[in-house]
């Protein structure tokens, strides 16, 4: 069981648009601890999509934003094309536990 | 560019000591929180650990049988995880954080598989 939490599901047509929430707690999300999003392909590692709650690194599109809001963390896909299809993860420092903690990926189909 | 590479057996008796070593090129492991983090297969991603600078973070479910060292000569760091079971099965990856160890994994390695198994 994660302490942060995603729906393990979720889809969309090609060129919808598909938010993926993490809910937190009062010692992760709910602090000022920034919230990271990763997106993994099949038989790959994790790669960064969002840093520090909102920013894209160098290559991704602005197809893929975020925002933290109290104990909740949002990635926003507009836009979508099937080769968005993998899964999303989530990831904030806990304060409690003094770890990274991962929401528990959730699976995009296209 | 930084570049992680992961290296160890790949098959661990259960009861045995995992080990791995995580070789670092293009940064220095002086320079910034070096991790662990594992996935079991078709399950989601573990925070194991972190390191930088003699300080060390362990997840707290791990804590007890978990180690982690740098070795600055070699610009690696390494992994021991104790008295492993079938539930230590995963794809075990080392990966690069920020200098403040917030979960900001830019740089990570490809990943290697280690089974537990008799």
């Known amino acids: 069981q994660s302490v942060v939490t995603q729906a393990s599901s979720a889809s969309g047509n090609p060129g919808q648009t598909v938010t993926i929430s993490c809910l937190g707690t009062?010692?992760?999300?709910?602090?000022?601890?920034?919230v990271y999003w990763y997106q993994q392909f099949p038989g790959a590692a994790p790669k960064l999509l969002l840093y520090?709650?909102?920013l894209r690194p160098s290559g991704v599109p602005d197809r893929f934003s975020g925002s933290k809001s109290g104990t909740s963390a949002s990635l926003v896909i507009s836009g979508l094309r099937s080769d968005d299809e993998a899964d999303y993860y989530c990831?904030?420092?806990?304060?409690?536990?003094?770890?990274?903690?991962f929401g528990g990926g959730t699976r995009l189909t296209v | 560019q930084v570049q992680l590479q992961e290296s160890g057996p790949g098959l661990v008796k259960p009861s045995e000591t995992l080990s791995l070593t995580c070789s670092v090129s293009?940064?220095?492991?002086?320079?910034?929180?070096f991790t662990w983090i594992r996935q079991p297969a078709g399950k989601g991603l573990e925070w194991i650990g972190r390191?930088?600078?003699?300080?060390?973070d362990y997840n707290p479910s791990l804590q007890s049988r978990v180690t982690m060292s740098l070795d600055t000569t070699e610009n690696r760091f390494s992994l021991r995880l104790m008295s492993v079971t079938a539930a230590d099965t995963a794809v075990y990856y080392c990966?690069?954080?920020?200098?403040?160890?917030?979960?900001?994994?830019?740089?990570w390695g490809p990943g290697t598989l280690v089974t537990v198994s008799s």
């Open positions: 990966a690069r954080d920020s200098p403040l160890g917030e979960g900001n994994f830019q740089h």
């Open positions: 293009g940064s220095s492991i002086t320079a910034s929180y």
């Open positions: 390191i930088f600078d003699g300080n060390i």
């Open positions: 009062s010692s992760n999300i709910g602090t000022t601890n920034f």
């Open positions: 520090r709650n909102s």
């Open positions: 990831a904030v420092w806990d304060d409690r536990l003094n770890a990274v903690v």
